[in-house]
């Protein structure tokens, strides 16, 4: 049986689909490093290779130990999976109950998964208007409609904005008292880890936080992801993903992406500084609208006639490749997401705009 998946990111069935090969597509769908993964971790994956004659370490000792002291925390607060994804797919299982509310606009994983194990599913949706901000007192009444689980995300995907601190803790308050858990998507917290709520999720009995080695370190290709949560909770997952889930290589990826601190400053400088170009640049059409973000991609809004799908099939004949929003749960079919990818590709983007809106 195959699948067919509705996510940025997938050039081979786009290249397949044009007779072109993969790397002749300049890809802004999927929001990855563009600076690419750092040297520590190209030497670490090269210096792996003879490792493959093991088994992984199925105790993902040392990346445990980096990442308790990149957060500050202790290795028990960690699971490692093969990408967070996998732990999207655990969630269901281990989670007592079957009503969740996710919010909205969000990955499509979260339903996808939730289905397969017969969850009723229902949505909370953010608007433009308000800029994706949560109204809390709405969310409370929510809650209190029996729901077992909420699923959050931030920063926000696809609309990049970052909730602050305050209101994450105020939404936890909020499970709590409902009797909900609260599952915390920070797959691009790296951008903006200042933000995160690990400290208070570490140590919470009804919440646990996912995180991704995926966009941030830029490995998508490897698969590797981690878990946020008390001792408690960590050790229910580590079981589930049973003994060789993460491969020898990611293992060995994470651990010097982790120690590479000075590839990770140079990635924020980097995306901070092509993002504000960006941005200024894509407000400069009259026809687009782009929202803020405290991220790697940009949400632009269509203000003229043309569809994000009409839009994405221009480009494609360009060979730029953008994400199309339209699926997701709360955005018209005038929504679209960029990367912030180099500069060059950038201003090639820019380039192929003009063309279209001129
Ligand atoms: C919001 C969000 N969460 C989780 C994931 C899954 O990331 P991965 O499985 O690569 O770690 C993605 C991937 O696009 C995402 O956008």
Avoid at 238 to 252: F, K
Avoid at 304 to 330: K, P
Wanted: glycine residues 6%; aromatic residues 8%; contains cysteine.
């Amino acid at each position: 049986m195959s699948h067919s998946y509705d996510h940025g990111g997938n050039i081979f069935t786009v290249a397949r689909a044009m007779g072109v090969t993969p790397d002749a597509i300049t890809d802004f769908s999927a929001s990855i490093n563009p600076l690419g993964i750092s040297p520590m971790v190209r030497k670490a994956l090269l210096c792996s290779l003879d490792s493959l004659a093991h088994y992984p370490d199925s105790s993902h000792h040392e990346l445990k130990q980096a990442l308790a002291c990149h957060h500050n925390l202790s290795p028990d607060n960690f699971t490692i999976a093969n990408g967070s994804t996998e732990l999207i797919y655990h969630l269901p299982s281990l989670l007592p109950g079957k009503k969740a509310l996710i919010i909205a606009p969000a990955f499509s994983e979260y339903v996808r998964s939730l289905s397969q194990h017969h969850w009723e599913v229902q949505h909370f949706v953010l608007t433009p208007e308000n800029n994706f901000s949560i109204d809390t007192d709405k969310l409370e009444r929510a809650l209190a409609d029996g729901i077992d689980a909420l699923y959050l995300c931030n920063p926000g995907n696809p609309n990049g904005s970052l909730h602050p601190q305050r209101v994450i803790e105020q939404i936890h308050s909020l499970c709590l008292a409902a009797g909900t858990f609260m599952v915390l998507d920070e797959a691009f917290m790296d951008f903006c880890e200042e933000a995160s709520a690990k400290h208070l999720v570490a140590h919470s009995d009804n919440a646990i936080i996912l995180r991704s080695m995926t966009k941030f370190f830029g490995i998508p290709g490897l698969r590797l992801g981690y878990a946020i949560g008390n001792a408690t909770l960590t050790g229910h997952l580590d079981a589930m993903g049973g003994p060789w889930c993460v491969n020898t290589l990611a293992l060995a990826a994470g651990t010097a992406a982790l120690h590479d601190s000075e590839h990770s400053r140079k990635t924020l400088e980097y995306v901070r500084q092509e993002r504000r170009l960006l941005f200024q640049k894509l407000e400069q059409f009259p026809q687009l609208q782009v929202y803020p973000s405290s991220v790697n991609y940009l949400l632009v809004e269509i203000k003229s006639g043309m569809t994000a799908r009409e839009l994405r099939e221009r480009l494609m004949h360009q060979r730029i490749l953008i994400r199309d929003c339209s699926s997701f749960m709360g955005l018209s079919d005038r929504f679209f997401r960029v990367a912030v990818r180099c500069s060059e590709d950038n201003q090639r983007l820019m380039e192929s705009l003009t063309t279209v809106f001129k």
